[in-house]
Each structure stands twice: as C-alpha cells, then as structure tokens.
C-alpha cells in the first residue's frame, strides 16, 4: 500500500516538475516574443514615418493569424484518445 502512495506521489511531483518548466519556458518565450514584436512595430513605424502605423500593422498582422488559427485549428491539433473505452 505505501509502495503505491509512493510511486503515485513521485508521479504528481514529475508531473509538477513538468509543469513548472513548461510554464517557464512559455513565459521566457512570450517575454522574447513580446519584446521582438515591439521591435518590429517601431522599425515598420520608422518605415511608414509614424510609430502608431507600426503598432497597427503589427497588430492587425497578429488578429489575420489569430483568426486563421482559430480556423484551422481542428486540421492540427491532436487529441488524446479515451482511454477508458468509451
């Protein structure tokens, strides 16, 4: 019995481990893609010869590929099987 509890909560606790990496990298990653899209709107708002054009563009850029995802969004995702059998 407390060979299961063990091998159950080192389970939870590598799930968790996961988890808290997973959530790191996300949030470094979406740091660096934050500041890399800023970058972007100021360097088109130079080229366009105002900033608030730049920010548009980028902005108008993110909702186009926003909406594609949302609608090609079945073709790619995968979803886990149920394992129960149902």
């Given at each position: 019995m407390e060979l299961?509890?063990?091998?159950?909560?080192?389970?939870?606790?590598?799930?968790?481990?996961e988890a808290t990496v997973g959530a790191t990298i996300a949030a470094l990653?979406?740091?660096?893609?934050l500041f890399l899209l800023v970058a972007a709107a100021i360097a088109?708002?130079?080229?366009?010869g105002h900033l608030a054009y730049g920010?548009?563009?980028?902005?108008?850029?993110?909702?186009?590929v926003t909406l594609v995802v949302r609608l090609v969004k079945?073709?790619?995702?995968?979803f886990r099987e149920d394992r129960s059998g149902n």
């Open positions: 299961t509890q063990i091998e159950i909560e080192d389970r939870i606790e590598e799930r968790v481990n990653a979406g740091a660096a893609l088109l708002g130079d080229v366009f920010f548009l563009v980028v902005g108008g850029t993110l909702i186009v079945p073709r790619f995702v995968r």
